[in-house]
């Protein structure tokens, strides 16, 4: 089993910035991405950032230039760095990892964290 602890969110007005961390414990075998999703009340949960092994990224359009996605593979850790947050930036904030092992995908979530953008 793999977990993953999420930390960082909390209350910024607009225009401030917020970094979030995600650290993955327990039995970690190939991960293959790491990211970073959201929920925002009555929405589905949304791709916000993901990284694979290689350090390639990819953003959804609503958040690309102003947010970014980076990783440590030796602390087995994610992070989302969120600059000129926006009001419609607030949700819960969950970590993702993905894994292979013997052709299989394995994903986990974090707990997820929230972050409130107040305008």
């Known amino acids: 089993q793999v977990q993953l602890v999420e930390s960082g969110g909390g209350l910024v007005q607009a225009g401030g910035s917020l970094r979030l961390s995600c650290a993955a414990s327990?039995?970690?075998?190939?991960?293959?991405?790491m990211g970073w999703y959201r929920q925002a009340p009555g929405k589905q949960r949304e791709l916000v950032a993901a990284?694979?092994?290689?350090?390639?990224?990819n953003y959804a359009d609503s958040v690309k230039g102003r947010f970014t996605i980076s990783r440590d593979n030796a602390k087995i850790a994610v992070y989302l760095q969120m600059n000129s947050l926006k009001p419609e930036d607030t949700a819960v904030y969950y970590c993702?990892?993905?894994?292979?092992?013997?052709?299989?995908?394995?994903?986990?979530w974090g707990q997820g964290t929230q972050v409130t953008v107040s305008s």
């Open positions: 327990g039995t970690i075998f190939s991960i293959n991405a």
């Open positions: 990284i694979t092994s290689g350090g390639i990224t």
């Open positions: 993702r990892t993905d894994h292979i092992r013997d052709g299989q995908l394995y994903i986990y």
